[in-house]
């Protein structure tokens, strides 16, 4: 399975934004992109900072998408084939159908600091979907579905499980989803919109790129 291995801190600076992809040390002194927030590179803090041309505006927003949610180009592009399929706007079919993407909707519950940490706990089979362990991240959920914690009991033995479980209320639940703390159980209420996607994507620069 393809996955991104090289330093998460280099594509925020990269991108010129935080993409939260530490979890914690984003919010820290600690941010490598806080420190030097400068394009990654030898000659990175001599970049030049006249305005980009528009290809590089939408090719900038498309790498953002994908490493905001950790998603490679490949599988990006079929999002994007599906969502131009689909009735509406192009753009915003594509995010709220990525929003819907397993190891978001863990993110989301609270029980990971970040995406790459979700990812992980769901490829390890901590999660259950409507009673059934579900061991792919990419899967996309509907509305209707409950996610669950697996085997609880012997899950809160776990001493990372155990600080999750603790931490799953330290982060805002999105309107789509309730999140029941007690039985460390999320219902997916209706399916996500453009206005329940809080970083500030120009989704229309994505569609541009890929039309033409």
Same mark, same amino acid.
């Given at each position: 399975?393809?996955?991104?291995?090289g330093?998460?801190?280099?594509?925020?600076r990269r991108?010129?934004?935080?993409?939260?992809?530490?979890?914690d040390?984003?919010?820290?002194?600690?941010?490598?992109?806080?420190?030097?927030?400068?394009?990654?590179? %030898?000659h990175?803090a001599?970049?030049?900072?006249?305005?980009?041309k528009?290809? @590089?505006?939408?090719?900038r927003?498309?790498?953002?998408?994908?490493?905001?949610?950790?998603?490679?180009?490949?599988?990006?592009?079929?999002?994007?084939?599906?969502?131009?399929? %689909?009735?509406?706007?192009?753009?915003?079919n594509?995010?709220?159908?990525i929003?819907?993407?397993?190891?978001?909707?863990?993110?989301?519950?609270?029980?990971?600091?970040?995406?790459?940490?979700?990812?992980?706990?769901v490829?390890?089979?901590?999660?259950t979907?409507?009673?059934?362990?579900? @061991?792919?991240p990419?899967?996309?959920?509907?509305?209707?579905?409950?996610?669950?914690?697996?085997?609880?009991?012997?899950?809160?033995?776990?001493?990372k499980?155990?600080?999750?479980?603790?931490?799953?209320?330290?982060?805002?639940?999105?309107?789509?989803?309730?999140?029941?703390?007690e039985?460390?159980?999320? @219902?997916?209420?209706?399916l996500?919109?453009r206005?329940d996607?809080?970083?500030p994507?120009?989704?229309?620069?994505?569609?541009?790129l890929?039309?033409?």
């Amino acid at each position: 399975m393809a996955r991104y291995t090289g330093p998460s801190c280099r594509l925020c600076r990269r991108e010129g934004t935080k993409l939260y992809l530490k979890g914690d040390k984003c919010a820290s002194d600690k941010c490598p992109f806080s420190r030097r927030g400068s394009v990654p590179g %030898q000659h990175g803090a001599n970049v030049s900072r006249r305005r980009p041309k528009e290809y @590089t505006l939408q090719l900038r927003e498309k790498q953002k998408a994908k490493r905001y949610y950790g998603i490679l180009e490949k599988q990006f592009k079929n999002y994007f084939e599906k969502a131009d399929r %689909q009735p509406g706007q192009t753009g915003e079919n594509l995010l709220t159908m990525i929003e819907r993407r397993f190891d978001n909707v863990v993110y989301r519950m609270g029980m990971a600091s970040s995406r790459k940490e979700a990812r992980q706990l769901v490829l390890h089979g901590h999660f259950t979907v409507n009673g059934k362990k579900v @061991t792919i991240p990419s899967c996309l959920l509907k509305k209707g579905d409950v996610i669950a914690l697996k085997d609880k009991k012997s899950n809160k033995e776990s001493e990372k499980i155990k600080v999750l479980i603790e931490n799953i209320n330290s982060r805002p639940v999105p309107a789509w989803l309730t999140v029941d703390a007690e039985n460390v159980t999320a @219902t997916i209420n209706n399916l996500p919109t453009r206005a329940d996607i809080d970083f500030p994507f120009e989704e229309h620069l994505i569609v541009e790129l890929y039309s033409k």
